[in-house]
């Protein structure tokens, strides 16, 4: 069965880093588009980050960009997240997402997330 674990989660101070690790398995890790996301209290779920299957292209929320990098090692089977200059505002949920794709229809599956709080 597909499984996705997130790691790396914590309290850190604001302006510290931190960083995120997703273990893949149960399908081919290296044909999916994986992100993350997160989810903060009362908030709606948002993406922060996606990287292509080879890690050849990714993208960011403007909120992020500059601070956080995307990647990937597909020989492990394992995303990450670095997150660095850490705001009180990114304070979240951690979500690791793996889109898969069976025919025609694609899915996604979802990591149990990773709490990420930024306080002093």
């Known amino acids: 069965q597909v499984q996705l674990v997130e790691s790396g989660g914590g309290l850190v101070q604001p302006g510290g880093s931190l960083r995120l690790s997703c273990a893949a398995s149960?399908?081919?890790?290296?044909?999916?588009?994986m992100a993350w996301y997160r989810q903060a209290p009362g908030k709606e779920r948002e993406l922060v980050a996606a990287?292509?299957?080879?890690?050849?292209?990714?993208n960011y929320a403007d909120s992020v960009k500059g601070r956080f990098t995307i990647s990937r090692d597909n020989a492990r089977n394992t995303v990450y997240l670095q997150m660095n200059s850490l705001k009180p505002e990114d304070t979240a949920v951690y979500y690791c997402?793996?889109?898969?794709?069976?025919?025609?229809?694609?899915?996604?599956?979802w990591g149990q997330g990773t709490q990420v709080t930024v306080s002093s």
């Open positions: 997402k793996a889109r898969i794709r069976l025919g025609a229809w694609n899915t996604d599956y």
């Open positions: 149960g399908f081919t890790f290296s044909s999916s588009v």
């Open positions: 990287i292509t299957s080879a890690g050849d292209d990714t």
